[in-house]
């Protein structure tokens, strides 16, 4: 009984050092957090460390809108390897001008678009997001329009940035998220 009660007592103790364990984790890239686009709750990053990363800048009026279905498709397949695709919404280059509201219906409605997304916000320039900011100075690149990617290892190490005219389902994109998911940090 006093072995039970001793063993009670450590785990207990230890608790709490395990529970900050993840944050402590966390690569520096991903100490953020940011609104959801459909409610606006804030959501930290955090909760994708150890995880692939793949970073997109979106716009529902674009000519790469229809990289949607490709990028839930991407999310879809790779899920239970580790990868995690995340929207940033931005009216950087004059074509996203709804509400966060509107844009999550766009997105669920036109593409069934259910990989995490987070309220409109700028995504260069001086008013971009912190995310973007280390995003850029990593890459050595802003987005020069919507749908840029930029995939983070599993470590937070900024693996690479491609254009908008990298599709989805590009066989050397694609090669390089099945390299990061495959790769042991």
């Not at 001086?126 to 983070?152: C, M, V």
Request: glycine fraction near 6%; aromatic fraction near 10%; charged fraction near 20%.
């Amino acid at each position: 009984m006093r072995t039970l009660v001793l063993l009670a007592g450590l785990v207990a103790a230890a608790q709490p050092a395990m529970a900050a364990e993840p944050a402590a984790s966390c690569p520096a890239i991903l100490q953020h957090t940011f609104p959801r686009l459909q409610d606006e709750t804030p959501q930290p990053l955090c909760q994708y460390a150890g995880k692939v990363v793949l970073v997109v800048n979106t716009a529902s009026f674009c000519g790469f809108t229809p990289q949607y279905r490709g990028l839930e498709a991407l999310d879809r397949r790779y899920r239970d390897r580790g990868l995690v695709v995340l929207g940033f919404p931005s009216n950087d280059f004059a074509q996203e001008s709804g509400s966060n509201k509107q844009i999550a219906e766009f997105c669920e409605n036109t593409f069934g678009v259910k990989f995490p997304m987070f309220a409109k916000s700028a995504v260069r320039g001086a008013d971009a997001n912190p995310l973007f900011r280390e995003l850029a100075r990593a890459s050595g690149t802003t987005p020069k329009w919507n749908f840029y990617k930029y995939l983070i290892a599993r470590d937070g190490r900024v693996v690479r940035a491609w254009s908008s005219m990298t599709s989805p389902d590009d066989l050397g994109f694609v090669h390089a998220v099945e390299r990061e998911l495959a790769a042991v940090h």
